[in-house]
C-alpha cells in the first residue's frame, strides 16, 4: 500500500469526535462519533481484505520459490528474492495488526455512541 491509508487518515478524525464526546457528551458530537467510527470501521475493513489478499498472495510466491532449483545462480536470485518477500509480509503484517486495532477501537466507539443516542430514539 503505497497510497496513504483512509484507516490510518481518518483516524485522527474519530479521536477528535472521542474527545469532543468526552468533552461535551451532546446528541450532535455522539453522532458525529458514531459517523467518524463507522467510517474508519469501513475503511479498517476494506484495507484488512485486502491486505489479506496480498498476504495470501506473497505467502504463495514465497511457498513456490521455496521449491529446491536447479542451478546456483537461480538459487542466489530465489534467496535474495525470498529475503525481500519477507520483509514485505512483515511490513504488511504490522500494518494488518495497527488496522484491525484501529477497527477494534472503532467499533467499539460506535458502539458507545450507539448507546448513548438509543435512549434519545426511544
Known sequence: ???????????????????????????????????????????????????????????AEAMRLSLPQDDENEEELVTHRLCELNAEIEGKAQLFIELNAIRLDAQQAAERARLALAPQHS
Do not use: D, G
Open 1 to 59: 500500500m503505497a497510497e496513504l491509508s483512509p484507516t490510518l487518515c481518518n483516524q485522527q478524525k474519530l479521536l477528535n469526535a472521542i474527545y469532543n464526546v468526552q468533552e461535551e457528551p451532546s446528541a450532535e458530537n455522539w453522532q458525529a462519533l458514531q459517523a467518524a467510527a463507522n467510517r474508519v470501521n469501513q475503511f479498517a475493513i476494506e484495507e484488512l481484505t485486502e491486505l489479506r489478499c496480498e498476504l495470501s498472495e506473497m505467502t
